[in-house]
């Protein structure tokens, strides 16, 4: 059984930093593509970055330029490094593996709050 597990999460003020973590068991994340999303309550899940499996990225324009994601296969984890947070980065945030067989796994959920 697929899970994925969020870490990192946490408060900072506007302008600093955290990385998110996600932990994957039950499978090897090595061939799959690996998303970040991220949704404020009482909004729809929006897509923050996808990972490819050769490590290329794409990330949202809200993000881009701040936001780094990545992938350690041997460590069966991904990763989001959120530089110069901004108070409208307050969500919560989810990783998502896409297995085109299986279908979509998602991770928890991780609380990140931006503010002074």
């Known amino acids: 059984q697929v899970q994925l597990v969020e870490s990192g999460g946490g408060l900072v003020q506007p302008g600093g930093s955290l990385r998110l973590a996600c932990l994957a068991s039950?499978?090897?994340?090595?061939?799959?593509?690996l998303n970040w999303y991220r949704q404020v309550p009482g909004k729809q899940r929006e897509f923050v970055a996808a990972i490819g499996r050769g490590g290329a990225t794409i990330y949202a324009d809200s993000v881009k330029g701040r936001f780094t994601g990545s992938r350690h296969n041997a460590k069966n984890t991904m990763y989001l490094q959120m530089n110069s947070l901004k108070p409208e980065d307050t969500a919560n945030y989810f990783c998502?593996?896409?297995?085109?067989?299986?279908?979509?796994?998602w991770g928890q959920g991780i609380q990140v709050t931006v503010s002074s």
């Open positions: 039950g499978t090897n994340i090595s061939i799959y593509a």
């Open positions: 998502q593996l896409v297995d085109s067989e299986a279908g979509t796994y």
